[in-house]
């Protein structure tokens, strides 16, 4: 079974600055992908980036980043430029290639940008 | 609004009562899931359908619970017997085509078992 962590519960920024979010994860599989999910207050999640595991490149999204380290497994997201809206639960999650797209989540870390 | 719609948003009922949740996906997405989201901790899946067939269950889906699509369009999750280990967040979400695609989810529909 596969397992994600992630290790900060919390999380604070100052507006335009820039943070970085950091899940690891188990898994015996070779194939598979990576997601960053954002929920902000009492609103819908929403897919913010993904990795599928057998590129290198790390994913890019506008201000949203990943730094993906198969070996390590680790896949953190950096957030550049951080703006109020941003402030949300971000939960990542793994999908093993085939799992017909069950995801397996963290328990979240809560990011709060401050004005 | 074309998102995935929950109903009811919020349901709070007594401990031995049944409750059902409905879900309507994103027009034309062929996959359903239903996930569990108790506080503090991420979302579980629970179940999933591609148009009407239920695929798969997931071992926290006791006989307590029950899930349909009965068209392949919207779904019903019911639980019986309700516990107040059954109180959590159900979210729905769909999916267009395979399993990379994104899942575009529901805002949930909280449970409070008293």
């Known amino acids: 079974a596969q397992t994600v962590t992630q290790s900060q519960p919390e999380m604070s920024v100052q507006e335009a600055e820039t943070v970085t979010l950091s899940c690891t994860y188990d898994?015996?599989?070779?194939?598979?992908?990576l997601f960053w999910y954002k929920q902000p207050p009492s609103r819908q999640m929403i897919l913010v980036i993904r990795?599928?595991?057998?590129?290198?490149q790390n994913a890019t999204e506008n201000r949203f980043s990943v730094n993906f380290q198969k070996a390590a497994k680790s896949f953190s997201l950096k957030i550049s430029d951080s703006q109020l809206g941003d402030t949300a639960m971000y939960f990542c999650?793994?999908?093993?290639?085939?799992?017909?797209?069950?995801?397996?989540f963290g328990d979240g870390t809560t990011l709060t940008v401050k004005p | 609004d074309t998102g995935v719609s929950q109903n009811p948003r919020h349901k709070i009922t007594k401990r031995g009562q049944n409750v059902t949740f409905r879900c309507d996906p994103i027009?034309?997405?062929?996959?359903l899931y239903w996930y569990r989201q108790t506080l503090g901790q991420g979302p579980e899946f629970l179940t999933y359908?591609?148009?009407?067939?239920?695929?798969?269950k997931s071992r926290l889906l006791s006989d307590r619970f029950s899930a349909e699509r009965p068209k392949g369009s919207f779904s019903t999750l019911e639980i019986q017997r309700t516990e107040q280990g059954d109180s959590a967040m159900y979210l729905c979400?769909?999916?267009?085509?395979?399993?990379?695609?994104?899942?575009?989810f529901g805002p949930g529909t909280r449970l409070t078992v008293l």
């Open positions: 999650a793994f999908m093993k290639l085939g799992n017909a797209g069950k995801s397996t």
């Open positions: 898994t015996s599989e070779n194939n598979y992908y």
């Open positions: 990795q599928e595991a057998y590129k290198q």
């Open positions: 027009s034309e997405h062929n996959r």
């Open positions: 359908f591609q148009n009407e067939a239920q695929l798969e």
């Open positions: 979400a769909s999916q267009a085509g395979g399993s990379y695609n994104e899942q575009f």
